[in-house]
C-alpha cells in the first residue's frame, strides 16, 4: 500500500495528464499518520499506554494506508461500477482517518488541562442545551454505551437548531453533513477493551478525565 501512495504523489507528466482526464472528481493524495499532540503514556490511568500505542500506530495507520490505496484505485479511472464498489473503502478508511485525526486532538492530558471544562461558551451552551454539565455528561455515556457494536459517539452542534446535540454513529458513517463534530469518543473495542475489557460505562466515565475541552470550545466558535 505504501508503494502504491508513494507513486501517487510522483507521477510522470504523462500519468498526471492521463489521470486528470480519467478521473477528475477525486485527486490521488498521500495522507500520513498525524503525531499524537502528548505522549503515548500521557493519559494513563485513564487510558492506558499500550492501548493508545496500538490505536494509534496500528489501527489508525491502517485507515490512512487503506484511504491511500482507494484514492490510487480512484485515480485510474475505474468505471462506474468499479467507482461504486470503492465507495465502501472510501466511506470505511476515509471516515476511519478524519475521524481518529479529530479524536486525538479532542484528549489531552489530565495534567495540561485535560477534564477541564471552566466558564465560557462551551460550558454555557452544555448548561443551556442539556441543564447542567453532569446531565450532559449522563446523556452521553448512556447513548454511546447503547451502541450495539462498534461506534462513535458525538457531541454535535446542528447548525439547524443551533444546539449542542449527542449523536450516534456505527461503524464509519459520518454525520458532518448535519452537525458539526465537537467532542467525539471512539466506542470501537479496539479504544478500551484491553484495558476496560467488556465495561463500556468505566471507559466511558473515565475518558471525561481526559477530553480536551479547550479544542471543544474552539470547534464550537468557529462554527456559531
Ligand atoms: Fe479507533
Redesign the pocket.
Known amino acids: 500500500m505504501f508503494s502504491l501512495a508513494r507513486n501517487a504523489v510522483r507521477p510522470s507528466r504523462v500519468a498526471r495528464a492521463a489521470r486528470a482526464f480519467a478521473a477528475p472528481s477525486i485527486v490521488a493524495s498521500l495522507h500520513t499518520l498525524p503525531d499524537l499532540p502528548y505522549g503515548y503514556n500521557a493519559l494513563e490511568p485513564f487510558i492506558s499506554e499500550e492501548i493508545m500505542t496500538l490505536?494509534h500506530k496500528k489501527?489508525?495507520q491502517t485507515y490512512v494506508n487503506g484511504l491511500n490505496a482507494t484514492e490510487e484505485a480512484y485515480a485510474k479511472g475505474p468505471s462506474v461500477k468499479e467507482q461504486i464498489a470503492l465507495q465502501a473503502a472510501l466511506k470505511f478508511n476515509g471516515g476511519g482517518h478524519i475521524n481518529?485525526s479529530l479524536?486525538w486532538k479532542n484528549l489531552a492530558p489530565a495534567n495540561a488541562g485535560g477534564g477541564n471544562l471552566s466558564d465560557g461558551p462551551l460550558k454555557s451552551a452544555i448548561e443551556n442545551d442539556f441543564g447542567s454539565v453532569e446531565e450532559f455528561k449522563a446523556a452521553f455515556n448512556a447513548k454511546t454505551a447503547a451502541i450495539q457494536g462498534s461506534g462513535w459517539g458525538w457531541l454535535g452542534y446542528n447548525s439547524t437548531t443551533k444546539k449542542l446535540e449527542i449523536v450516534t454513529t456505527l461503524t464509519r458513517i459520518l454525520f458532518y453533513v448535519s452537525h458539526t463534530p465537537i467532542i467525539g469518543v471512539?466506542i470501537?473495542e479496539?479504544?478500551f477493551y484491553l484495558q476496560y475489557k467488556n465495561v463500556k460505562p468505566d471507559y466511558l466515565n473515565a475518558i471525561w478525565n481526559v477530553i480536551n475541552f479547550k479544542e471543544a470550545e474552539k470547534r464550537l466558535v468557529e462554527v456559531q
Do not use: K, R, V
Request: aromatic letters at 22%; charged letters at 10%.
Open positions: 490505536h489501527h489508525h481518529h479524536f471512539d470501537w479496539h479504544a
